[in-house]
């Protein structure tokens, strides 16, 4: 083990009642899952992960960044089943200035601070970019019916609770 982690490797054992991703696996096989929307998808680095994963169902991935959404339009283009969107979700319509992170996986809308910068040095920002914010209510009638089974997964670096705000009707349907 040490020979790995010194190349940056780690070795576990996998144990199908108790490792996260059999239990994700689990899960949206449990309750039937037909659309996965993936908020703050970065590259697509979740989707493919379903995808290894065995799930073939419907994949809605939400990225705001133009970098990062070039690489996940590329990813979704090869699965018909899986659809890019290069807009960030809110509680609001509108435009918004994200930051952006040496790692894009950290940037946010939100301020990025110093102990997360501290933690993850490639965290720290080196740019802004301004972005189109929509709601997921706004969308949720064009992108799913009342039939499907949604699983919704964020990841917005702190800005999930303006996300769940604008989904307050979505999450009842």
């Known amino acids: 083990k040490r020979v790995l982690r010194r190349n940056g490797l780690d070795l576990v054992r996998y144990s199908p009642t108790s ?3 059999a239990r994700r696996a689990r899960l949206i096989a449990t309750y039937e899952i037909s659309v996965v929307l993936d908020v703050g998808a970065n590259i697509g680095q979740y989707g493919r992960q379903l995808r290894e994963l065995g799930y073939r169902g419907r994949l809605i991935s939400f990225e705001p960044l133009t970098a990062a959404f070039a690489q996940l339009s590329d990813e979704a283009r090869r699965d018909d089943s899986w659809t890019a969107m290069n807009v960030a979700l809110g ?6 200035a994200i930051n952006v992170s040496g790692n894009s996986q950290s940037s946010s809308i939100c301020e990025i601070l110093k102990i997360h910068e ?13 972005v189109r914010v929509t709601t997921l209510d706004r969308l949720i009638d064009q992108l799913c019916s009342k039939d499907d089974r949604i699983l919704l997964k964020i990841d917005a670096q702190g800005y999930e609770r303006h996300v769940l705000d604008g ?3 979505a999450l009842h349907l």
């Open 19 to 21: 490792h996260p991703l």
């Open 91 to 96: 509680d609001t319509e509108g435009t918004h």
């Open 118 to 130: 501290d933690t993850a040095p490639d965290s720290k920002v080196i740019g802004t970019e301004i």
């Open 167 to 169: 989904a307050e009707r």
